[in-house]
């Protein structure tokens, strides 16, 4: 059974820095996509960043770029969220997600549809 179990969530006041983990268990995804996700209260969930395989090229949504640092460790199986500088507006519910499927196009790792795993997500909330 495939788990993914993020940590790492809290407050931090605007200007801070959080490290976020996603540990996966159940099979491994060192060549399998895997992504960040956030949902603010009463928005829809959206895309934050995400890469086709570990070391692969990321894929950032506007928002995240320049503040935001995706990482994957395989021997342990984890993906991280550094966020730097952050904003009110990075108040949110934090879900990391992966995919059976290989994907190529922006489009397709920026899609809710293209993954197949969530975990359970962890707040974060920024203090302004």
């Known amino acids: 059974q495939v788990q993914l179990v993020e940590s790492g969530g809290g407050v931090v006041q605007a200007g801070g820095s959080l490290r976020l983990s996603c540990a996966a268990s159940?099979?491994?995804?060192?060549?399998?996509?895997m992504g960040w996700f956030r949902q603010a209260p009463g928005k829809e969930r959206e895309f934050v960043v995400a890469?086709?395989?570990?070391?692969?090229?990321?894929y950032y949504a506007d928002s995240a770029k320049g503040r935001f640092t995706i990482s994957r460790d395989n021997a342990k199986n984890t993906m991280y969220l550094q966020m730097n500088s952050l904003q009110h507006e990075d108040t949110a519910v934090y879900y990391c997600?992966?995919?059976?499927?290989?994907?190529?196009?922006?489009?397709?790792?920026?899609?809710?549809?293209?993954?197949?795993?969530w975990g359970q997500g962890t707040q974060v909330t920024v203090s302004s």
């Open positions: 997600a992966a995919s059976d499927s290989r994907l190529f196009a922006t489009v397709q790792f920026m899609a809710i549809t293209s993954y197949n795993y």
């Open positions: 159940g099979r491994t995804f060192s060549s399998d996509a």
């Open positions: 890469t086709g395989r570990s070391g692969g090229r990321p």
